[in-house]
C-alpha cells in the first residue's frame, strides 16, 4: 500500500522536477496539469527512467515526438541553435534532460529511503505504455507540461511498491540549480 501523502508526495516530486528542468530560461512558465488517462497523449517516444529501492521502484516515462518544435525547444534549453542539434544529439538531449529530472527526485527521496538508484534513460516507443499496468503499479498519474504554452509534454509516474510505503513532502518548491557543483 503506497498512502495518500506518499502519493502525493511522488507526483509533487515529479511536477517540481519538471518545473525546474524543463525550461530555458529563469522567464520560462511551465505549467503542470494532472491527465486521467492517456488519451491526450499523442507523441511518438518515449524516455523511461527508474528509481529504485528495496522498498518500491518508480517509473518516469517521458512523452516527445521528434519534430521541429521539440527539437527547437532542447536546443533552446542546450543554448545552441536548432540547425546545429542532429539527431543523435537531440535524441541524448531529451534523455538527459529526463535524467536531470529523475535526479532531482531522487535527491529529495534520498532523504526517506537510503538505498535508492537510477537507471539509465532508455528510449522505446509509445506503444510500450499501453503495457504500464501489466507493471504491477500501485499509483500511476499522467501529466502534461507546457512551456511557454508550446510544445506540451506528457509525463507518466508508476510506482510498484513491495512495502507499505508512508512518507510527506513539504510542499517547498526547490530553489536551488541543478547539476551546479559545491564547493567546501
Do not use: W
Amino acid at each position: 500500500m503506497i498512502s495518500l501523502p506518499a502519493r502525493d508526495g511522488f507526483d509533487h516530486l515529479l511536477t517540481q522536477a519538471i518545473k525546474a528542468n524543463l525550461v530555458s530560461s529563469c522567464e520560462d512558465r511551465c505549467d503542470v496539469t494532472i491527465l486521467s488517462d492517456l488519451s491526450e497523449i499523442n507523441e511518438t517516444k518515449i524516455v523511461m527512467l527508474t528509481i529504485s529501492s528495496y522498498l518500491f521502484r518508480l517509473m518516469v516515462f517521458i512523452y516527445f515526438t521528434p519534430n521541429i518544435a521539440t527539437k527547437e525547444h532542447f536546443a533552446r534549453i542546450n543554448r545552441i541553435r536548432p540547425s546545429d542539434m542532429s539527431e543523435q544529439l537531440f535524441y541524448d538531449s531529451i534523455a538527459e534532460y529526463g535524467n536531470i529530472c529523475c535526479g532531482a527526485i531522487n535527491r529529495n527521496l534520498v532523504t526517506f529511503f537510503p538505498h535508492i538508484s537510477m537507471s539509465t534513460p532508455n528510449i522505446i516507443d509509445k506503444n510500450c505504455s499501453s503495457h504500464l499496468d501489466v507493471l504491477g503499479c500501485s499509483h500511476i498519474q499522467h501529466f502534461k507540461a507546457s512551456v511557454n504554452n508550446v510544445p506540451p509534454f506528457h509525463f507518466s509516474l508508476g510506482v510498484c511498491n513491495y512495502a507499505a510505503l508512508d512518507f510527506a513532502v513539504d510542499d517547498i518548491e526547490e530553489s536551488a540549480e541543478t547539476g551546479e557543483l559545491e564547493f567546501f
